[in-house]
């Protein structure tokens, strides 16, 4: 068997290989989430702003990353042609959106709707919002021949003020919770399903101070969620598992919403 039917093909298995595109797979939840479609003999592009991290354990690494910078129209435009000749006319099986920014204030402080400058408003809405409409837009055709499923990650914070994630950041969560709502309607008639998770403490880098005041008051389940434990809703959120999931929010926060 040649590599590239090797690539092309799950592991043991005389089907074709499921392809999987996520955006900001160089740490936590994304980091996570190609672990586990890899594993499952899924070919995994990624994209990010940043070249491919060197830690990343899983094979074709390197191969199937494309850097990005999706807070710019242009580019984006730019990397899913890219994505696009990559699949070569192919099948897209997921999209799952996961890459978002939440600026911080000086000193790492909250940034609120008062205080946050119209630039960095409108540079998060084209990472949040912007970037996953544009990204499954564009790879429309090779999710509808899949018949695939689009996972948007959303956050506890779309529907709540919370302690530590900015204005911006959170109204653009909000927004992209919609956004599922519309394209699952839309995409729902060509076959591909659409569905979002909603994040809440979950123990990734980017977790800000205090965060353990949050967990001893407001998690019934008093402890951090992991990545793995989100990487797993979304694997089952683009598998046979959920064939009738369409337009849900599922949200991952051990209770802290109730």
């Not at 595109?21 to 672990?35: D, E, F, P």
């Not at 018949?147 to 900015?166: C, E, L, Q």
């Not at 519309?182 to 659409?194: K, N, T």
């Not at 979304?234 to 926060?253: D, F, M, P, Q, R």
Request: glycine share 10%.
């Amino acid at each position: 068997m040649t590599p590239e039917t090797q690539r092309q093909r799950a592991p043991d298995s005389n089907a074709p290989r499921r392809t999987m595109l996520l955006t900001g797979a160089s740490r936590g939840i994304g980091h996570a989430t190609v672990i586990r479609f890899s594993s499952a003999g899924w070919r995994v592009i990624t994209c990010s702003r940043h070249p491919f991290p060197e830690q990343c354990p899983w094979g074709a690494g390197p191969e199937d990353h494309i850097q990005i910078d999706l807070g710019d129209r242009a580019d984006t435009l730019r990397g899913i042609a890219e994505i696009r000749e990559r699949l070569d006319g192919g099948q897209l099986h997921a999209l799952v959106n996961n890459a978002a920014i939440s600026p911080k204030a000086a000193g790492g402080g909250r940034l609120g709707s008062i205080d946050t400058e119209m630039d960095t408003w409108e540079h998060v809405f084209r990472v949040n919002f912007f970037a996953p409409i544009m990204m499954a837009r564009g790879l429309i055709d090779e999710l509808k021949a899949a018949k695939g499923s689009v996972v948007n990650v959303t956050s506890i914070a779309g529907s709540r003020v919370h302690p530590f994630a900015g204005a911006a950041y959170a109204t653009s969560k909000a927004a992209l919770a919609a956004l599922t709502r519309e394209m699952a309607s839309d995409f729902g008639r060509l076959g591909v399903r659409v569905n979002s998770i909603a994040p809440g403490e979950i123990d990734t880098s980017i977790l800000s101070p205090g965060t353990e005041k949050i967990v001893e008051e407001d998690i019934p389940m008093r402890r951090l969620g992991t990545p793995d434990e989100v990487a797993k809703i979304i694997y089952v959120l683009c598998t046979e598992t959920s064939s009738y999931v369409n337009g849900a929010e599922i949200h991952i926060n051990g209770g802290q919403h109730v």
